[in-house]
Structure formats: C-alpha cells, structure tokens
C-alpha cells in the first residue's frame, strides 16, 4: 500500500521511521519531507500547508493512506478535501481540529463541558484587555487565540510584562491575525504531562505518557521553544492518575466533541498540567507533538500504521497496542540562537540517514542536502532518541551519540533524562 506523511519535522521522520516498520510493507512518501528520511521514503517536493497540490498528488499516485503530522494543513481543512475526493486520510476534519486552532474554542468547550482547566477570560478589544489586567493577580499567562507555532504564550510575572505581551499580540500583531483575539487565564502550578493518544471518534487510548522540555536552557530556563527533548514515560504520571484522567479529561473531551457534532478522529494530545486540585487541560493539540513523537513511538512495540488504519475504521477498541518495558530520552540538537536569531547552512558531520542502532534513533528536522552532504537548515536540527531500562541510561546513550553528531553552533541542552 501507498502512505503518504504530511510534514517534515522530526515528528514526521519518526512516523516515517516507525510505518517503515509495518508488517503492511507500505511505500511511503513524505510531502515535503527532509532529506533524512531518504531511503525509508520518497520525498514529494509540496509543502505541508498546499492543501490543494497534496490532494493532486494523492489522487494521481493513488495513495491509500494519508497521515497529518503538523497542525497548519489540519486548520486547512486537508482532512476535510481529501475525504471529498474519497481518499483515507487520518486526522481530525476543519471543525474538529478547532480544539487546537481556537484556544477561544477549546476554553469555552471545556468550561461548557466541565473538563478541568484554568480560570480564562477572552478578549477582542485590547482596551478592555488592559482594563481587565490592572486588576489581575500574579502571575498570570496571556495566550494568542490562534496558532503561533507554540509561540504565543507569555507567563506573565508583573504587570509590565502582561502589559507588553498584550501589546505584542494586539498591538505590533506578531502573530498575525492568530492575535486578534487574547486568551488571558489563570496560571496553573504543578507539573506537566503530554498524553497523546489514539481517537477514532468514539474511542480513546492513550499513548505511553511524556514529558516535554519546552524552554532553551538547562533546568527550563531561558525562552519558550519547540521542544528541546522529551522522554517517555513521564515519571510522575502513574496509573492511579492515568485512570482519573481518563475519567475526568480523555473520555469526557471526545464524547464531547461527538455530542456537539465535532466528532475527533486522529491523534488528540492532552497537554496537562498536575496541580494539587488535581489534572488540568493547558491545552489540546489536535496532532502529535514533537519531540514526544519522537520518544513515545519507539516505545511502541505493535504496529503503529495499523493502530492509524484501525482508527480510521472506528475500531480502535479492537487495535492491539502495547508498549516496550523501560524508557525513552530524545535530546534536541539545534542551532546555537535558536528560538530567536540563529545561523545555518553548515555542515553536519556523523549523520548519513535516519541510523538506528543499539536502540538509538536519529530523527531529522531542520536539514537539507546539498551535494550528498547533509547541512544545517532550521533551529531544530534533529533529534537524537535512546531506549534504554530507565530514563537516566536512556539519556546517557542518547547524550553519548549526540557527541559523534558535529556540525558548528551545535546547542543542546545537558539536562533532558537526567533530573
Ligand atoms: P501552550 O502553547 O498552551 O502549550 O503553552 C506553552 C507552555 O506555557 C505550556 O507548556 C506551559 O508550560 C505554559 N503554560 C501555558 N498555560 C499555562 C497556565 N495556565 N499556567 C501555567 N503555565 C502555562
Ligand atoms: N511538544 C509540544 C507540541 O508539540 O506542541
């Protein structure tokens, strides 16, 4: 069968790496793809967000299966085109993936649903926003209402900083019209988990737990970025708190949205925080999330594209899913800088295609390939992943090969798997 992978991230050469693995034997395409996913897939040169040119494409190659990675063609309506032209493609439709693409939408769902999740007010006016701010306690957190690349979240510890932020988004508009509307809430205290998981519109199984490390710097410190490292599983989600979020938070979120004819099939990630009145919802994302793509599915022991196919045909209770013993650890290298100014084009010794040894996985993001030599080409490079019996030595096998990975303004933070 023919596969084909929206997105080039190092999510996406993760689910590149782990379909390569089915027992369907699939030919797999990756639009747009990076170069470190040759020679598990074919790259197909449309970006991720041409919705109409990836439809094109399906059809004239007939492809059998589509995946979604990243959130942009999902907001489009990709789902939505290719099921007009009767094409199986796994994500949610425009009208489900609204969970992640309006936080405006998501707030009031939950409130209206009572799913556990922050104190929120949202605002249109930025004059009424600065009113509503004055008079806030802190720390409070001010969000742009649409998509901002993870982005668009200021912890705000004073006034002067909501001030700015509200600025930021409403006034100089770095977010564009993602900022057109504030979400300004209550900030939450705990610990974070990502759970992602399988829906199929009525059904909902969660993946092995994660724990993201969203800032730059050791000990998360320094700015919000993409992901700087992940491991799996996330040492403080144990069964007893799995359970309670499935009863209060999984299954509620999906009957939820089939009950208001937002029926969610794809991959729903839950992004909680752990505080001391219990689980809150921080946020849904209506796709996997990089990195904890990339740590949770080589945990994944059965066959990942057949649990997407399952999905597809509303049996996901009967998919066999089980998880590996042991943990997982992916540290991020990326360019020194990075998530604001940083240099790139420079080339990357040690790496020649998605490798995997002794359990150690690299999985490609921000690359090009220029004359069969593999350059440096985005913040994030790539992701160098290890399984191991528990975390720690996940992470001394993952940081142990990330030193044979050379390229020039190397940064990666020391940290990940080892706290
Ligand atoms: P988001 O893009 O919504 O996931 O937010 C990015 C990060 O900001 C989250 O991973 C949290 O670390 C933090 N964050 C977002 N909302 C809150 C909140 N209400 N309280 C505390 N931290 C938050
Ligand atoms: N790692 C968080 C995200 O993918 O949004």
């Known amino acids: ?4 992978i929206i997105g080039s991230g190092g999510r996406e050469s993760a689910m590149v790496w782990k379909i390569s693995k089915s027992k369907l034997s699939p030919k797999i395409y990756a639009a747009p793809g990076n170069p ?33 990675g990243p959130d942009d063609p999902l907001a489009l309506g990709v789902v939505d085109v290719f099921e007009e032209k ?32 922050a104190a929120y007010e949202v605002f249109e006016d930025k004059d009424k926003a600065y ?14 209402d649409g998509l901002a690349l993870g982005k668009g979240v200021y912890i705000c510890g004073d006034l002067t900083e909501s001030r700015l932020a509200v600025q930021d988004i409403m006034e100089l508009s770095k977010f564009g019209d993602s900022g057109k509307k504030i979400v300004v809430e209550e900030y939450l205290e705990g610990v974070e988990v990502s759970v992602l998981s399988f829906v199929d519109g009525k059904t909902v199984v969660p993946m092995i737990s994660a724990k993201d490390h969203k800032r730059a710097f050791d000990g998360d410190k320094g700015a919000n970025t993409g992901g700087m490292g992940a491991v799996a599983p996330n040492p403080i989600y144990d069964e007893e708190m799995a359970n309670r979020c499935m009863d209060e938070i999984f299954a509620p979120t999906v009957a939820a949205m089939a009950k208001e004819d937002r029926e969610f099939k794809g991959f729903l990630f839950f992004g909680l925080m752990i505080t001391k009145n219990g689980p809150k919802v921080i946020e849904y994302n209506a796709r996997l999330g990089d990195p904890e793509t990339q740590v949770v599915l080589p945990m994944l022991e059965s066959d990942f594209l057949k649990i997407c196919i399952d999905c597809l045909d509303g049996s996901l209770d009967k998919a066999d899913i089980r998880w590996k013993e042991g943990a997982s650890v992916c540290v991020v290298l990326a360019s020194e800088g990075y998530p604001a100014e940083f240099k ?3 080339e990357i010794k040690g790496l020649s295609l998605i490798e995997e040894k002794e359990d150690i996985f690299i999985f490609t993001a921000g690359v090009k390939k220029e004359n069969e030599r593999f350059l440096t080409n985005g913040g994030r490079v790539l992701g160098v992943a290890a399984m191991a019996d528990n975390s720690l030595e996940a992470a001394n096998k993952a940081y142990a090969y990330a030193e044979h990975i050379v390229f020039e303004n190397k940064y990666c933070r020391k940290d990940i798997g080892r706290k």
């Open 131 to 144: 009113a509503y701010i004055e008079k806030q306690k802190f720390p409070i957190v001010i969000k742009a």
């Open 86 to 117: 009767g094409l199986k493609i796994f994500g949610p439709r425009k009208n489900a993936a609204i969970i992640e693409y309006s936080k405006e939408f998501s707030k009031d769902f939950m409130k209206r649903n009572n799913i556990p999740t």
């Open 36 to 68: 470190g996913m040759e020679g598990l897939a074919e790259l197909v040169n449309i970006a991720a967000t041409d919705i109409h040119a990836l439809l094109e494409f399906a059809v004239n190659e007939k492809i059998d299966f589509t995946i979604v």
């Open 344 to 346: 790139k084009g420079f």
């Open 1 to 4: 069968m023919k596969v084909l």
